[in-house]
């Protein structure tokens, strides 16, 4: 060897020394008379046994990726790893499983080859898992999730499959917002055309639109004092739709065949104008006066119960609708799913109710509504659960909406007074005589708007009621006892257009950076904003 000891400082001699011991091991590739020719021979040829390997591999995962669904026969690079790691292979595994990528590259190995493009799609199909997906499968427990047990064990916490069902379900109902939106005006001399409606679904199809008429008309000099008021006067409007799932892998992942009614909220100045009109009325089809009698909101049974001009009631077009389709698809397992928002929640329950009994055999009827006001007394509320009509409310803390119309007492205070037995007479005879003696009905999930990071704590009346925000708090819920979810995915995007002032100063200025500012200050989407993480 050669002697260059002396040619290092003293300060690196040692330095030198540990690192020379490195190569002691080796010959040196130039110079010949110190190499070991086997050896070196064997070196190059398991170097490139690894390279051919590894560009097998990589060619592997790259062709892997690309793809949507596992191939029926794996590569032969990825049996022969398995078959000489001397293990079974198992059916079970996953598609990144199977390739063995830890046996195949080291962890700095895997570094230095995978390109930042191929570490992108890893990523990607890393994120795929079941606790995102919003397609998760349903099967032969979809009459737990539509409420047979009235989702016992699934609201606190929160199921998954649940929470994605009942974010879907209010997506419909924002649906029936944007289609009524484009076009509110309707003609007083023609009946209207069929309406198309953007669904967030494709694998369902429209097949009813539905309108709502109320009994009560504007004074003549309202035209006069406010000619430009337009649709805003109108007596009949567009409020919903019928629609049926017709795809057959959505029908397989969901267990059934299900049908959708979706009704907006207010809208118009005579639905406003209705709202009002809060006394309670007998139902239609109900007589006599005995105690425990079914009664609703004069206003809302007025929505539901009046036909137009041109269009026939609320009441008569969903149960004409629904019979027929009952009869279309005879034999098939069907679901009916009722869902609103508002003054639409309100009226959901009316439609489930009549639903219910609309046929001799009647598919399960469930209702899912965001922001429902109370709607009859106990009397109706006991009606619906006789029907076996299933309602899961939606309820923001927040929004005064949920405690009216009616006396302003929390449904637990009265819950627990029925209770007791000593106020229990008073306020049984007080529902057979007040007129404003209202009852919730169903199973309650109640969200916070102070749970979330990114609404302001004192939001306004306006937001604690918005349809998005309802979305965006349902999305964030994991239990009553625990924070925001973390891995949230709903985008907070619509948020910021339509509560904008209402989301914190620090995140809306965060959000711009990553927004475009269209005229007029609306803002949309440039890219995936996520929820809350």
């Not at 509504?369 to 709607?375: E, I, L």
């Not at 299933?390 to 923001?396: Q, Y």
Request: glycine content about 6%.
């Amino acid at each position: 060897m050669m002697q260059i000891g002396s040619t290092i400082p003293a300060h690196n001699l040692s330095s030198f020394q540990a690192r020379r011991a490195n190569f002691k091991c080796n010959g040196s590739p130039l110079n010949p008379s110190t190499r070991a020719p086997q050896a070196h021979a064997q070196n190059i040829k398991a170097v490139q046994s690894t390279t051919e390997v590894t560009k097998k591999h990589l060619s592997n995962l790259e062709k892997l990726l690309q793809k949507e669904s596992i191939p029926p026969d794996p590569e032969p690079v990825a049996k022969e790893s398995s078959q000489q790691n001397g293990l079974p292979e198992s059916k079970g595994r996953g598609l990144l499983e199977g390739l063995n990528l830890a046996r195949i590259w080291p962890e700095m190995k895997a570094a230095e080859d995978m390109s930042p493009k191929h570490l992108n799609r890893l990523q990607r199909l890393l994120s795929m898992s079941q606790e995102y997906s919003p397609r998760s499968t349903l099967g032969s427990r979809w009459r737990e999730y539509h409420g047979c047990n009235d989702w016992a064990g699934l609201l606190d916490p929160l199921d998954e499959n649940l929470r994605r069902e009942v974010v879907r379900y209010g997506e419909f109902v924002q649906a029936a917002y944007h289609c009524f939106h484009s076009n509110p005006a309707m003609s007083a001399d023609e009946a209207p055309s069929q309406r198309n409606v953007a669904l967030p679904d494709r694998s369902y199809r429209v097949t009813k639109s539905l309108y709502a008429t109320s009994s009560i008309g504007l004074p003549k000099w309202v035209d006069d004092v406010a000619p430009d008021l337009g649709w805003m006067t109108q007596r009949s409007s567009w409020i919903g739709y019928v629609a049926v799932c017709d795809d057959r892998r959505e029908i397989q992942r969901m267990g059934r065949r299900d049908i959708v009614i979706a009704l907006r909220g207010t809208a118009t100045c005579l639905e406003w104008a209705e709202n009002m009109r809060d006394v309670l009325v007998q139902m239609p089809g109900e007589n006599g006066s005995k105690d425990g009698q079914p009664k609703v909101e004069c206003g809302f049974s007025s929505l539901y119960q009046t036909p137009g001009a041109h269009v026939p009631s609320l009441a008569q077009s969903v149960v004409e609708e629904i019979q027929r389709l009952i009869e279309q698809y005879r034999g098939e397992t069907l679901s009916i799913t009722v869902t609103g928002h508002s003054l639409g929640a309100a009226l959901a329950l009316l439609v489930a109710n009549e639903l219910s009994t609309c046929a001799p055999n009647v598919p399960p009827v469930a209702v899912v509504s965001f922001g429902g006001p109370r709607v009859g007394n106990r009397g109706f509320a006991d009606q619906i659960t006789e029907n076996n009509v299933k309602v899961l409310r939606v309820v923001n803390n927040q929004d005064v909406i949920t405690r009216v119309p009616g006396m302003f007492v929390s449904e637990t205070l009265d819950k627990k007074l029925r209770e007791s037995g000593a106020a229990a007479g008073v306020l049984n005879a007080l529902d057979g005589s007040m007129p404003w003696a209202y009852s919730h009905v169903g199973t309650e999930l109640r969200v916070d708007t102070k749970m979330s990071p990114y609404l302001k704590p004192n939001a306004d009346v306006a937001c604690c009621h918005d349809l998005e925000a309802y979305l965006h708090l349902v999305d964030g819920f994991l239990a009553s006892n625990c924070p925001f979810r973390s891995n949230a995915k709903r985008s907070l995007v619509k948020l910021l257009n339509e509560q904008g002032s209402n989301v914190k100063r620090l995140y809306t200025s965060k959000a711009l950076g990553r927004l475009n500012l269209e005229r007029g200050g609306n803002l949309h989407m440039s890219s995936c904003l996520p929820s809350p993480s």
